[in-house]
Structures are given as structure tokens and as C-alpha cells.
């Protein structure tokens, strides 16, 4: 199949180098968190060491006595809104009355160099008025938990309902009642959250941070320093990782601060302890399960109560809830449904996006009960999916038309021809003892029913050059070249002729985030039809050129033909150029959207989504308890394929930090509400000696509403990891573990 693509296309579908890999290999390319300017200052923030409290008073007088200190910044110094938050803006810039998580900015510092910054921060006293700490979902569920905001501690609520699932519990076979927890997660990037701001000789406030939506750091840094978003300028590359933890604000406003007060650049990084204090983490859930089916199998009903812990404010809360709200059904034909969905608040840091986006959670939910209840029923795990999954063309759970779904079924029936699945592995020593599990999972591309109006744009560079301009980030996930071969397929050229300049708001239009598996979906239709732009205009100045008509014309290879004929685009571009047209072309791609949201959320449902099935082959050691996953399979539907390599890389990547989510990583915090485990050396990620053997297949299909076919595919693999390898432990063990991650003491 791969070489047929390779025959039809001659840019797309092919295993290219990245675009960036040799200044990235070589060290020629410089981090954000490595820019140096001249003059620069050095930036520290005070941050709070209670969980939850009052603040009574801010001292920094002794701060100021610091030679070399240039500036301390509290509340009272931000001259706009001191507050942020993708979703809801409830996050104080600088906190002003009270607390609400350990490590919460409470003051900035800029002085000459590190050491004076931090000297100067330990100085800044801040009087406290210790208030009880909430510590988990229970707590602040509870009636008689204190209030963490004016709201409560419910940020979002909503029930959704279908059918009659107490009918249908009454006429069913089987009904299972279960409750599934999974931890807080970091994201563990290997670039901490920094960045680099100053001011030119224009008046432009220049913010270089390791973000993933320049456009919407702009918006809030405008809101905060109260001046037009004309006067700043962000920069969101090249960033050292990302995976969600970098969505929201992060160091962006505190830069734009202190360059805005002290007319000097100025330099701030997290430490790697300080990351792990301050910085965002995956939501905890806890979510319970009512679920129903006949004798044959065949899906009922499911009561679905989903709470999801935000921690101290909301960040994307409100939309990672829609997403667990839409996965929480899986893939499935259930015609009876009631989902009661919830958002709290606690003093457990600081949730917000990351990989997955509130999927992970639903999914190991949902999928574990499908696990539970085939072996209730004596039936094989992929016997009821392939009974229950939807198919193209059906009603899906919120009233939308299924798109394109008949790659799950092929990527189920490929999993049950496995040899993993067939059990062909044996147990290494006595002790030790194998099983196999699957999970599947499903997860929308883009931003659901909300607008999203992605633009892009191309430049002919009459030197022989295209140079391709968007705003999505790449963090890693390979999106510079993924457009890259889509602007030299759609042109005809070269792949060396196509230039990237993206995430930088002085010279990219607004495409929107590197999030929710979009960015070749959005930007990638949206370079496609700049590019269509561009070659009408070029045809017109050919017709021009050549002294014809445009039906006389031919294209290709760059170049437009009459009879013997021929010029470049390069070439026409120079006409167009000396007549002082532009040469820059920008289009913007309306993503195709339901009307309207389901009531009670923000974008459920989505028109396009992505599939994937996987298989985990674990060893359990019954001396110790401890799980390794020694094999993984992935079959993934992601539409047309724009760079197997990539897109094999993004699908293992996932693989292992979902696997990670699966087995050791587990944020904790204390009794007074300190995260216990901030660095890699207390918080386990897994290391190369914990990567299975994986092996990736990409099922055959075509989204038409994607770019050449594709879909998305950054985040479908870390979906069903923790399911899965559940499922696995309990087929070695006979024990099924229904909280996240399976430590030794939990299957001893």
C-alpha cells in the first residue's frame, strides 16, 4: 500500500528527514531557554509556600537593599488584568488576597544575574493566614469543605441524557457497577517552561517563550500589561517539548512584566524542581460506572458520574471535560446513556492540558468495563467491540453522523490475527507470568463544535524559494515538515524549495494551537488552499506571459507550459513583483463543525475523528508485583499518512509516556498540599530500559475533509495505554486493578 501511495503522490506519504533535523542534531539550532542577550537580566518568582491561605502582607523592603536588583513586582504593579486562563480567566497573574496551591507566583524579581534574583527572592517576606487544605475529589465534594472561589468548588457541571438506562438495567442480562481512578501526571518535557522577553527599537514588546499558542499568549499578555496586542510580539519556537504543559500561559505574562517595567531583556526559566512544583499536570479523575448488557453482549446502558480535579484553577478544565464527556461512551452503539459530569476544585497544584486532553481518563474508565464485562460473559475482548463499535454512516451518541469508523473494525480484526494475542509468548522464569490486553480508543480532531478559523499563508520568493507561514508550534511532533510536503506536493517542487517560518505572530497568521491532534487538519488545509491561491494569480500572469489563454495552459514540476514553452514560478513571480504586487498569499480554512454544541458543553461533539486499537503484552513478576510491558501492538486510523516515519514516531512516543500513565508515574502531594515528588529522580518516567518492542500499522483511509485524506494522529496512541495494560495484568494475574498506575503493592 505504501509503495501504491508513493506512486500517486510524490511529496506526501514518504519517510523524509525532518526539515529541522540537522541544525537540531548539529547544535546549531538554539533553544529558547538558551538565548542570550546583551544587558540581560535575570528573573526569579516568589512563590507561595502554603497550599491554601490569606495573604495579610507583602514585604520586600529587604529585597530592595540588594545591589543589582532592578525590580520587585507584586499585584499592584500590573497595570491591566491580573488574571489568565485559556477557558476561563480565574488564574491571578500575581496572587493579591489568597492562595491556592504550593508554589504560586506571588512576586517578581529581575536583577543582574540568577544568583541575585533568587538572593533577592528569599528575601521578600509574605505574611500568611493558613486556611484548610483540600486535598482530593471527597474533600471538596464534601458539604461541609470550605470554599476554594466565589463559585464553590464545582467549577463545571453537566448531566447529558439519552434513552431510559433504568429500563434498560431492568431488561439486561448483566449490569456492572465500578469505580476507576487515575493519578495526576506531568509532563516531564526535557525544556522546562522559560523564555526570553525585551523591547526593540519599534516599542514592540518581543516575547520569546516555549508556548503552544503564540496568538493566544499575545491576547492575554494585552490584557495584563493593558496595551493593544499590536505592541507585542510572541515567539513560540524552537521548543524543547511540550505535550500540553506549555498550552496555557506560563512565563509569557511575567516577561512581558518585567521587560515592560524595566525597559531591559530579561531572561526567566523554571528549575526542573520548580517545573515540577509550579508547573501544569494531567487532571486526576474519578469515575463511576453503571453499565448494562444483553446475554449476547450486546451494550445496554451506561451511567457515567466523571469527576475531574482541576486543582487550584481552571485553565482548559472546562473543555478536558467535554472530552472525557464525548470518550466516555468509547467508540460504542449504546442507546441508553446518562453522563454526569463535574469539574472540581482542590489545592492540588495545577491542572490543565496534556496529551489526550481528559480522553485517557474516560478511556480507561469505559474501556476496563468493556475488559470486565467480556469476561463476565465468557466472551473474547475483541468480539464485543467489533459487536458494539459504531459504523459508518450510524447516529453517533450525540446525534452526529459517524465518519470514516471503518478503520476500527479493520484495526480490531488485524489485533485478533496478532500473534501477541494468540498468546505465543511464553514466561521467562517461574515466578513470572504473562498476559496480554486490549483497549481501543477513539478522539476528535480540533476543537469540536467551537469556531476555528485557522489562516495561513505562502510567499513566492523570487530567488526560488516558497517560504510557508502558519502559527502552530512544533514542539517535536514533526508539523514543519508534515506542511512542508504538503505545500511541495500541492505546488509540484522540491521539497528543498519550501522554506518554514511558523509560530512567530510577527510574520505567521493566526492558525490557532498546537493542540488537540489539529494542526495538519487546520493549518495544513489552510497552506493547501493559499497555495491554490497562489497559482490561479500565477497562471493569470503566465497566460500574460506566454501571450495565451489559461486552457492552453499546462502545469507541472513548478513550471506552467505553452507549446515549447516554459517559465517558473519563480519567474512569474518576478513580473508580479516589479508591477509591485504581493507575492504573499493567505488563505483561511473554516473547519467544518456541528451548529451547535450538545447542551451543557462547549464543542461535543466533533465531525472527524481519529481510531486506534492496542495490544500489551506484560510480564508480572509475582516475587515483587511489578509490571513490565514487554510487547506493544498499534493499529491506527489516522487518515492519509503524511510522513510514516513521523507519524510511527509520534504513535510510539505515546505509546511510552501512556505507559508511564499506565504503571509509575503518580504525582502526590503531602498532607499540607506539597507536590512530594518534583524531579526525575522521585517522579518515575519511564526510561529507554522500560520501552517495549512496538510495532506500528496504519490502516488504509481517507478523511476528504483533511489535507490528502489525513486526520490527526499526536494523540491517539497514549489513549488506551492504561486499559490495556490493565487488561494485560489482569489476564497474568487474575486481578483487575481499577486505579491508576498498577504499583507492585497493588497486585502483590
Not at 66 to 82: E, F, Q, R
Not at 711 to 730: D, F, Q
Request: net charge negative; hydrophobic share 40%; proline share 5%.
Amino acid at each position: 500500500m505504501e509503495e501504491e501511495l508513493e506512486q500517486k503522490y510524490k511529496s506526501i506519504t514518504r519517510s523524509v528527514p525532518r526539515v529541522d533535523s540537522e541544525p537540531k542534531v548539529s547544535g546549531a539550532l538554539k533553544f529558547i531557554t538558551d538565548m542570550k542577550i546583551e544587558n540581560m537580566l535575570f528573573a526569579a518568582v516568589v512563590r507561595s509556600v502554603h497550599a491554601h491561605a490569606r495573604i495579610l502582607s507583602i514585604d520586600t523592603r529587604e529585597a530592595e537593599k540588594i545591589s543589582g536588583v532592578k525590580a520587585i513586582l507584586t499585584y499592584k504593579d500590573i497595570p491591566g488584568l491580573n488574571a489568565y486562563g485559556a477557558i476561563v480567566p480565574d488564574a491571578p497573574v500575581l496572587a493579591y488576597d489568597r492562595v491556592r496551591y504550593y508554589g504560586e507566583p506571588v512576586a517578581l524579581i529581575a536583577a543582574d544575574t540568577e544568583e541575585l534574583a533568587r538572593e533577592a527572592a528569599s528575601l521578600v517576606k509574605i505574611e500568611y493566614d493558613p486556611l484548610p487544605v483540600i486535598r482530593s475529589i471527597d474533600e471538596s465534594i464534601a458539604s461541609s469543605a470550605i470554599a476554594l472561589h466565589d463559585n464553590g468548588n464545582i467549577a463545571r457541571h453537566t448531566i447529558i441524557k439519552r434513552g431510559d438506562t433504568e429500563r434498560a438495567k431492568q431488561e439486561a442480562y448483566l449490569t456492572l457497577d465500578r469505580t476507576y481512578r487515575t493519578p495526576f501526571q506531568k509532563h516531564m518535557f526535557l525544556e522546562p517552561e522559560g523564555g526570553v522577553a525585551y523591547i526593540d527599537e519599534s516599542g514592540i514588546i518581543n516575547v520569546f517563550a516555549g508556548g503552544q499558542s503564540p496568538y493566544r499568549d499575545k491576547l492575554q499578555i494585552a490584557r495584563s500589561l493593558n496595551i493593544p496586542p499590536e505592541k507585542i510580539r510572541t515567539v513560540d519556537y524552537p521548543t524543547g517539548g511540550a505535550f500540553g504543559g506549555k498550552d496555557d500561559v506560563t512565563v509569557q505574562i511575567h516577561l512581558a512584566l518585567l521587560a515592560y517595567k524595566t525597559g531591559k531583556p530579561v531572561k526567566l526559566w523554571f528549575s526542573r524542581e520548580e517545573s515540577g512544583v509550579a508547573g501544569y499536570h494531567r487532571t486526576g479523575s474519578e469515575i463511576h460506572l453503571i453499565t448494562s448488557v444483553d446475554k449476547e453482549g450486546g451494550l445496554l446502558s451506561n451511567e457515567a458520574q466523571i469527576y475531574l480535579d482541576t486543582g487550584a484553577y481552571q485553565s482548559f478544565g472546562p473543555t478536558i471535560l467535554d472530552v472525557s464527556i464525548e470518550t466516555i461512551n468509547g467508540p460504542y452503539r449504546i442507546p441508553n446513556y446518562t453522563i454526569n459530569a463535574n469539574l472540581v476544585y482542590t489545592n492540588n497544584g495545577f491542572s490543565s492540558a496534556f496529551r489526550g486532553f481528559g480522553a485517557p481518563e474516560s478511556n480507561f474508565a469505559i474501556e476496563s468495563m468493556i475488559n470486565e464485562l467480556a469476561a463476565e460473559l465468557h466472551l473474547d475482548p475483541i468480539d464485543i467491540r467489533l459487536k458494539n463499535i459504531l459504523m459508518t454512516g450510524e447516529e453517533g451518541p450525540f446525534g452526529n453522523t459517524v465518519r470514516h469508523s471503518d478503520g476500527l473494525r479493520e484495526a480490531l480484526m488485524r489485533a485478533k490475527r496478532s500473534k501477541i494475542w494468540a498468546g505465543a509468548l511464553q514466561n521467562k522464569k517461574p515466578w513470572q507470568r504473562n498476559g496480554v490486553g486490549i483497549a481501543v480508543a477513539i478522539k476528535g480532531v480540533g476543537f469540536g463544535t467551537l469556531p476555528d478559523y485557522p489562516t495561513a499563508a505562502i510567499e513566492i520568493a523570487t530567488e526560488g524559494k516558497v517560504k510557508i507561514m502558519f502559527s502552530n508550534v512544533d514542539y517535536g511532533q514533526g508539523i514543519n515538515t508534515g506542511n512542508a510536503q504538503l505545500v511541495a506536493e500541492k505546488l509540484d517542487i522540491p521539497l528543498n524549495q519550501v522554506e518554514v517560518r511558523h509560530a512567530d505572530t510577527k510574520y505567521s497568521p493566526d492558525t490557532g494551537s498546537s493542540s488537540a491532534s489539529r494542526s495538519t487538519f487546520t493549518s495544513g488545509n489552510a497552506l493547501l488552499m493559499a497555495c491554490s491561491k497562489a497559482l490561479d494569480r500565477l497562471k493569470m500572469e503566465a497566460c500574460l506571459y506566454f501571450g495565451t489563454t489559461n486552457e492552453k495552459l499546462e502545469y507541472k514540476e513548478g513550471r506552467f507550459y505553452y507549446k515549447d514553452k516554459s517559465a517558473s514560478i519563480y519567474e512569474l513571480a518576478k513580473g508580479l513583483k516589479a508591477r509591485g504586487e504581493t507575492l504573499r498569499f493567505e488563505s483561511t480554512f473554516e473547519v467544518p463543525r456541528y451548529p451547535a454544541p450538545i447542551e451543557g458543553t462547549l464543542e461535543v461533539p466533533h465531525v472527524v475523528y481519529m481510531y486506534g486499537t492496542m495490544l500489551s503484552s506484560a510480564l508480572l513478576d509475582e516475587l515483587t508485583g511489578k509490571v513490565h510491558i514487554n510487547q506493544v501492538e498499534f493499529y491506527a486510523d489516522i487518515g492519509t499518512v503524511i510522513n510514516p516515519s513521523i507519524a510511527s514516531g509520534q504513535i510510539e512516543g505515546g505509546i511510552v509516556q501512556g505507559l508511564g500513565f499506565a504503571i509509575t508515574e503518580d504525582l502526590k502531594y503531602d498532607a499540607s498540599g506539597k507536590p512530594i515528588n518534583n524531579n526525575y529522580t522521585t517522579y518515575i518516567v519511564p526510561s529507554v530500559r522500560d520501552v517495549p518492542d512496538i510495532y506500528v500499522e496504519f490502516i488504509d483511509s481517507s478523511e476528504e475533509l483533511g489535507p490528502y485524506g489525513a486526520k490527526g494522529v499526536g494523540e491517539i496512541s497514549i489513549i488506551p495505554a492504561g486499559a490495556s495494560a490493565a487488561h494485560a495484568v489482569y489476564n497474568a494475574s487474575g486481578k483487575w486493578v481499577r486505579d491508576l498506575p498498577l504499583l507492585p503493592w497493588k497486585l502483590i
